[in-house]
């Protein structure tokens, strides 16, 4: 198993510009997840995915967009980039059972790392 | 207010000098604390996760124990390569939709 994959490992985009980062899994998870680094900061949930066709607002949604149209795939859409969103994004998976019982362990790709300028 | 909170912020050993981390955290109904490593240009690296206060585990060099109010990971005989920055995590209130609050970290340096 290859675990969670992003593409790209690096990225530079110009203010305005709009780049899709790309995630997928192959451990077949309900669960996916996005978030964002930056340095000296937690990690900030962007986004989160339940199953295939939901997803939901995490704590800094503003500026992105998700969809889910596999078990798979996640994909991270950035409309008109902004500084703000210079960023190191990492996006992970889990397999979480009925709601209630424990959340199960995440599994985090490599990252992508993201300068707007 | 979910909060995870991580001390020291960053933490200097010489190697076989033993040391421990602080995570404590304020989440209503917790269900599970999330201990993770991260090196450098990479994404975290699950460690252990603990359910319930008394709970412990262990991993080489690395042993994690938890409270109602705080976690530890008590790192034994340290070498060089357990140099990283450690962060634990929790389930935001009720944890079903598996969404995590992260703490800021601590970065390990371990000198030979």
Same mark, same amino acid.
């Given at each position: 198993?290859?675990?969670?994959?992003?593409?790209?490992?690096?990225?530079?985009?110009?203010?305005g510009?709009?780049?899709?980062?790309?995630?997928?899994?192959?451990?077949?998870?309900?669960?996916?997840?996005?978030?964002?680094?930056?340095?000296?900061?937690?990690?900030?949930?962007?986004?989160?995915?339940?199953?295939?066709?939901?997803?939901?607002?995490?704590?800094?949604?503003?500026?992105?967009?998700?969809?889910?149209s596999?078990?798979?795939?996640?994909?991270?859409?950035?409309?008109?980039?902004?500084?703000?969103?210079?960023?190191?994004?990492?996006?992970?998976?889990?397999?979480?059972?009925?709601?209630?019982?424990?959340?199960?362990?995440?599994?985090?790709g490599?990252?992508?790392?993201?300068?707007?300028? | 207010?979910?909060?995870?909170?991580?001390?020291?912020?960053?933490?200097?050993?010489?190697?076989?000098?033993?040391?421990?981390?602080?995570?404590?955290?304020?989440?209503?109904? $917790?269900?599970?604390?999330?201990?993770?490593?991260?090196?450098?240009?990479k994404? =975290? *690296?699950?460690?252990? +996760?603990?359910?319930? !206060?008394?709970?412990?585990?262990?991993?080489?060099r690395?042993?994690?124990? $938890?409270?109602?109010?705080?976690s530890?990971?008590?790192?034994?005989?340290?070498? =060089? *390569?357990?140099?990283? +920055?450690?962060?634990? !995590?929790?389930?935001?209130?009720?944890?079903?939709?598996?969404?995590?609050?992260?703490?800021?970290?601590?970065?390990?340096?371990?000198?030979?």
């Open positions: 198993n290859a675990g969670v994959t992003q593409t790209p490992k690096f990225r530079i985009l110009k203010i510009q709009s780049m899709t980062l790309q995630c997928t899994q192959d451990m077949n998870h309900n669960y996916m997840y996005w978030y964002r680094q930056d340095p000296g900061m937690g990690l900030k949930l962007i986004y989160y995915s339940v199953g295939a066709g939901i997803t939901d607002k995490g704590e800094v949604p503003n500026g992105y967009n998700v969809s889910r596999t078990t798979e795939d996640f994909p991270l859409r950035l409309e008109l980039a902004a500084p703000s969103q210079t960023s190191v994004y990492f996006c992970a998976s889990s397999y979480s059972g009925l709601a209630g019982a424990p959340t199960d362990t995440q599994y985090f490599p990252g992508t790392r993201l300068t707007v300028l | 207010e979910d909060q995870v909170t991580q001390s020291p912020e960053a933490l200097r050993l010489q190697e076989g000098e033993s040391s421990s981390l602080n995570c404590s955290y304020t989440v209503s109904g $917790l269900r599970g604390l999330f201990w993770y490593r991260q090196d450098p240009g994404g =975290p *690296e699950f460690l252990f +996760t603990l359910y319930s !206060a008394g709970e412990e585990k262990e991993k080489e690395l042993k994690a124990t $938890l409270t109602k109010k705080e530890f990971l008590h790192i034994t005989a340290p070498k =060089p *390569e357990d140099s990283a +920055t450690y962060l634990c !995590a929790a389930p935001l209130g009720g944890g079903s939709q598996g969404n995590l609050i992260f703490g800021k970290g601590t970065k390990l340096s371990v000198k030979p």
